[in-house]
């Protein structure tokens, strides 16, 4: 690109984050499972700027945290006293010799802007040679919002804040989206002349289009094309209406993708999850982290997925997946809790209220009913009944099961680990297994069975006398 050298963006996010009541920033507030700072980052990182430096203040040991870690390759500045947005600015001015020409102001609450639009935004700047672009939009309800003020040929005359506006101003439609583009001399001319009489007592960078345009400076305005990207986030209410839009944008472009997805408006699924074609999304399901869901799944309602691979053909019904790779054309639930580690083959069935953990699973093996398998290697078409338990934990360790490869376990065994059931060995129902089952063997461990005659019809009168 162009431009990129010549680019850097100020990400301002050091505000108190009054309005939403929190002990921490409000960038690290999550929408569809990522800080708000992610999404901004992101569209940021895909315009490929020179350099970008994020504003931290409250709570910003969080902040610095999440960008070191993230994001490797963007600065932190620090704003130690909240005093403003045009503040916010100036902590960034030690820098100035690294800044490029234009300078990207960006808020950190706005998670919807897209890097198209940010693209158009310095284009714009270049293109007509102003001094600054302010990227603005038409709200039906401006409430919130710094008002355009122009005069009746259109140019742009300043910025008002709510809070400080007439009540004409008010009625004014075209707000500030808090998103602009600077000419780096221009705005440190500028920055420094901004006071802070205004009813918040704050340094309003918005204060810098008047006192510009009152220099003879070129300010222009940008509307956004898709209002929606301009939407800020202050409080929870706002919280959960962005939340809302960003997961109909993933959701809308996986179903562009090929996806069918039932319900739209109840699934939440995270930006990072893939999902392949005709795959079926019913309502009420969690897809998040790094999950990839392959091709023609079902994925049932009510479950909930996160980082975990299911392999194309397999159906998941209203069961918790966690840190998985489930193989293909895997039948799962309905209200099973697969957890980390497991690792199952082709056509495994794990059936009703089933736990798994840490455990492979091979193919065509089946644990259909109310079992729980813990660190323990099945082999391929083994059967668990019903009510089995692999007894993994002595109380001290976590000890392992093998059962291999035809193994049938008859329901209600426990198999106290450790312990090796071997191939095509059969364990009868209700056995305890505590030593190893050799190969081909039927292992049955259990009391032996009296039949007394006729006793249920002595137990009968014995009951009926007493009544
Ligand atoms: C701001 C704009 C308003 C615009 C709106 C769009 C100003 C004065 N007003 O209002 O015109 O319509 O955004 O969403 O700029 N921050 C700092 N340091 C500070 C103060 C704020 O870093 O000292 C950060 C905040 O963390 C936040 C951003 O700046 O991410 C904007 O601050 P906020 O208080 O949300 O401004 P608004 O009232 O929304
Ligand atoms: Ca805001």
Do not use: W
């Amino acid at each position: 690109m162009s431009y990129s050298k010549n680019l850097s963006v100020i990400i301002l996010a050091a505000g108190k984050s009054k309005r939403m009541k929190s002990e921490i920033s409000k960038a690290l507030h999550n929408i569809c499972y990522q800080p708000i700072l992610y999404y901004i980052l992101s569209s940021v990182n895909k315009i490929n700027p020179k350099n970008v430096f994020v504003v931290v203040g409250h709570r910003s040991e969080l902040i610095d945290k999440y960008v070191k870690s993230n994001f490797p390759g963007i600065k932190t500045v620090y704003q130690k006293k909240q005093l403003g947005t045009a503040h916010a600015v100036l902590a960034v001015k030690k820098y100035r010799k690294d800044l490029g020409e234009d300078i990207l102001v960006l808020p950190g609450d706005c998670p919807l802007i897209a890097s198209g639009s940010l693209k158009k935004l310095v284009n714009r700047k270049i293109k007509t040679s102003s001094a600054a672009v302010v990227l603005m939009t038409t709200a039906s309800n401006p409430k919130g919002y710094g008002r355009i003020i122009k005069d009746r040929k259109g140019n742009v005359l300043k910025i008002v804040e709510e809070a400080d506006a007439t009540y004409a101003e008010k009625q004014m439609n075209e707000v500030n989206s808090s998103m602009y583009c600077f000419d780096k001399k221009i705005l440190f001319e500028n920055i420094e002349n901004i006071d802070s009489k205004n009813s918040q007592k704050e340094y309003y960078l918005t204060d810098i289009v008047e006192k510009m345009v009152k220099n003879g400076n070129k300010v222009a305005c940008l509307k956004i094309s898709n209002s929606k990207e301009a939407l800020g986030i202050n409080d929870r209410i706002q919280l959960s209406k962005v939340e809302k839009v960003m997961q109909m944008t993933i959701n809308e472009k996986m179903m562009q993708d090929g996806v069918t997805i039932k319900d739209p408006g109840s699934c939440y699924i995270g930006g990072s999850v893939k999902i392949e074609r005709d795959s079926v999304i019913e309502p009420f399901c969690f897809i998040k982290g790094k999950s990839i869901i392959g091709s023609n799944c079902v994925i049932g309602p009510f479950s909930q997925i996160t980082n975990t691979k299911v392999g194309s053909g397999s159906k998941i019904n209203s069961s918790v997946i966690i840190d998985a790779v489930i193989g293909r054309n895997n039948n799962i639930g309905p209200h099973s809790y697969i957890r980390p580690d497991t690792v199952t083959g082709e056509n495994v069935k794990i059936g009703a209220f089933c736990e798994v953990k840490k455990s492979k699973i091979n193919n065509r093996s089946k644990v259909p009913h109310l079992s729980y398998v813990g660190d323990t290697e099945i082999g391929s078409s083994v059967n668990i009944g019903a009510s089995s338990v692999t007894v993994n934990y002595d109380g001290y360790r976590k000890n392992k099961t093998i059962i291999e490869d035809n193994v049938f376990i008859g329901s209600d065994t426990m198999l106290v680990a450790p312990v090796r059931v071997g191939k095509g060995a059969v364990v009868a129902a209700g056995s305890v297994i505590t030593d190893d089952v050799p190969s081909n063997c039927l292992a049955i461990e259990r009391g032996s069975q009296k039949n007394i005659k006729d006793g249920a019809i002595r137990y009968r009168k014995k009951k009926e006398m007493k009544e």
